[in-house]
């Protein structure tokens, strides 16, 4: 399916990754966005409200961020695209709404601009320190997609690519974002419109009275229709039947959770992106996302450079976890190098996917900026001249590595 050309900037632009994500939006055929304003996700907010007349979209502040994502998934079932930005503390608030847009299948994009924490941090300084909470925030069983863009251009790549995954698994779609890409500035190219391929929205073909909402396809993703269009059904994000209404027994519990999480298991290898760069000698791998590969990038030519044997691993989709691949690797470097903007949160999964058999590395990184790399050097040069594998994470700070 094309997008429609309204929302398509077509050209090269200088776009702030904030701006980059409100363009993604509409590009990706997003028609409503529901907010409460919060640094540093501000400008998304403000440029799709700028631009929402002219594309035909709708903007709603609601009184908080509770609210939002109630509005959001209302939105969806109209048949409108939907999403949401925040950042931190408002990403806390929606965990109970993730969980219902999960129960109820809805698809949504959540845009977290991640900011340091907890409680109101510093909303001016960037971090990764949401990673896990994006993947086990709301409570029960549950997978779900989330992506992590170091630039502009990929944060409206991104967009893109996050309407599609949850139209196609019918889930809501988290874009982890930090403070750094969302102000950095840079060249983005937006194709036309009938360059951008969209996934449709899988809807209900057949009798109004035969609709039963959760009844499921061969992948385990029921058709959907848009309220208001004359079918009679219900919604609830208690256990329930085909038809919506709560039956609460073991058994429905199995019939209707258990598929929420094998429509992502199941096809973890058609969702799971990475980026791979010189792993075919490698002995050490930079395991990066988000903001931080900007400077694991850097610091695996310095490297080279120096003849030290360093690949890259840039994770696309941070969930689904890249497991295989981590694990295939594993059996063949030495060591694993993660630097993340927090204080060890994805190199916990590094360490779980590699089974022992390599060395697993973390950098607490961002200290002496986003792009700074002599942390990450130091940790390499540490890490293939280790002859032991140790147990664990091997945690490095920037005294004493």
Same mark, same amino acid.
């Given at each position: 399916?094309?997008?429609?050309?309204?929302?398509?900037?077509t050209?090269?632009?200088?776009?702030?990754?904030?701006?980059?994500?409100?363009?993604?939006?509409? /590009?990706?055929?997003?028609?409503?966005?529901?907010?409460?304003?919060?640094? =540093?996700?501000?400008?998304?907010?403000?440029r799709?409200?700028?631009?929402?007349?002219?594309?035909?979209?709708?903007?709603?502040?609601?009184?908080d961020?509770?609210?939002?994502?109630?509005?959001?998934?209302?939105?969806?079932?109209?048949?409108?695209?939907?999403?949401?930005?925040?950042?931190?503390p408002?990403?806390?608030?929606?965990?109970?709404?993730?969980?219902l847009?999960?129960?109820?299948?809805?698809?949504?994009?959540?845009?977290?601009?991640?900011?340091?924490?907890?409680?109101?941090?510093?909303?001016?300084?960037? $971090?990764?320190?949401?990673?896990?909470?994006?993947?086990?925030? $709301?409570?029960?069983?549950?997978?779900?997609?989330?992506?992590?863009?170091?630039?502009?251009?990929?944060?409206?790549?991104?967009?893109?690519?996050?309407?599609?995954?949850?139209?196609?698994? @019918?889930?809501?779609?988290?874009?982890?974002?930090?403070?750094?890409?969302?102000?950095?500035?840079?060249?983005?190219?937006?194709?036309?419109?009938?360059?951008?391929?969209?996934?449709?929205? @899988?809807?209900?073909?057949?009798? %109004?009275?035969?609709?039963?909402?959760?009844?499921?396809d061969?992948?385990? !993703?029921?058709?959907?229709?848009d309220?208001?269009?004359?079918?009679?059904?219900?919604?609830?994000?208690?256990?329930?039947?085909? #038809?919506?209404? =709560?039956?609460?027994?073991?058994?429905?519990?199995?019939?209707?959770? +258990?598929?929420?999480?094998?429509?992502?298991?199941?096809?973890?290898?058609?969702?799971?992106?990475?980026?791979?760069?010189?792993?075919?000698?490698?002995?050490?791998?930079? !395991?990066?996302?988000?903001?931080?590969? #900007?400077? /694991?990038?850097?610091?695996?030519?310095?490297?080279?450079? $120096?003849?030290? %044997?360093?690949g890259?691993?840039?994770? !696309?989709?941070?969930? =689904?976890?890249?497991?295989?691949?981590?694990?295939?690797?594993?059996?063949?470097?030495?060591?694993?190098?993660?630097?993340?903007?927090?204080?060890?949160?994805? !190199?916990?999964?590094?360490?779980?996917?590699?089974?022992?058999? /390599?060395?697993?590395?973390?950098? =607490? +990184?961002?200290?002496?900026?986003?792009?700074?790399?002599?942390?990450?050097?130091?940790?390499?040069k #540490? /890490?293939?001249?280790?002859?032991?594998?140790?147990?664990?994470?091997?945690?490095?700070?920037?005294?004493?590595?």
């Amino acid at each position: 399916m094309k997008t429609d050309p309204k929302g398509v900037l077509t050209g090269s632009h200088e776009l702030s990754g904030n701006h980059a994500c409100a363009e993604g939006a509409f /590009a990706a055929g997003c028609r409503f966005l529901g907010c409460y304003p919060i640094v =540093p996700a501000l400008e998304i907010s403000q440029r799709f409200l700028e631009r929402a007349p002219a594309v035909g979209a709708t903007f709603i502040q609601m009184e908080d961020e509770v609210s939002v994502l109630a509005a959001v998934l209302g939105a969806s079932w109209t048949g409108k695209r939907s999403m949401t930005v925040t950042s931190g503390p408002g990403l806390s608030l929606m965990m109970e709404h993730l969980g219902l847009g999960v129960m109820l299948e809805t698809p949504c994009v959540i845009v977290d601009v991640q900011m340091v924490g907890p409680g109101l941090g510093i909303p001016t300084r960037p $971090s990764q320190g949401d990673m896990m909470q994006s993947r086990w925030g $709301s409570h029960g069983d549950y997978e779900i997609v989330a992506l992590a863009p170091s630039s502009p251009q990929e944060m409206f790549d991104f967009m893109i690519k996050a309407f599609n995954f949850s139209e196609r698994y @019918r889930i809501p779609v988290a874009v982890m974002s930090d403070e750094y890409v969302a102000h950095l500035v840079e060249r983005v190219v937006i194709p036309p419109a009938d360059a951008i391929e969209l996934v449709p929205r @899988r809807y209900y073909k057949g009798r %109004k009275d035969n609709y039963l909402p959760f009844k499921r396809d061969k992948d385990f !993703v029921p058709p959907m229709v848009d309220i208001g269009k004359g079918y009679r059904f219900h919604v609830t994000g208690l256990t329930h039947d085909n #038809r919506g209404y =709560p039956i609460m027994f073991e058994e429905c519990q199995e019939y209707n959770v +258990h598929p929420l999480v094998r429509k992502i298991r199941h096809f973890a290898d058609e969702i799971v992106e990475v980026q791979e760069s010189n792993l075919d000698d490698a002995e050490v791998i930079l !395991v990066s996302y988000g903001a931080t590969s #900007r400077a /694991a990038r850097k610091a695996m030519e310095e490297a080279r450079k $120096s003849g030290i %044997k360093v690949g890259s691993l840039k994770l !696309v989709t941070v969930w =689904p976890f890249p497991e295989k691949r981590v694990a295939e690797l594993a059996k063949r470097v030495k060591a694993f190098v993660v630097p993340e903007m927090n204080f060890g949160q994805i !190199v916990l999964e590094v360490e779980r996917c590699s089974y022992g058999a /390599a060395n697993v590395f973390f950098i =607490p +990184h961002g200290e002496k900026g986003v792009e700074y790399t002599e942390d990450i050097q130091a940790v390499i040069k #540490r /890490a293939v001249q280790e002859k032991n594998i140790k147990d664990g994470v091997i945690e490095c700070v920037s005294k004493g590595v």
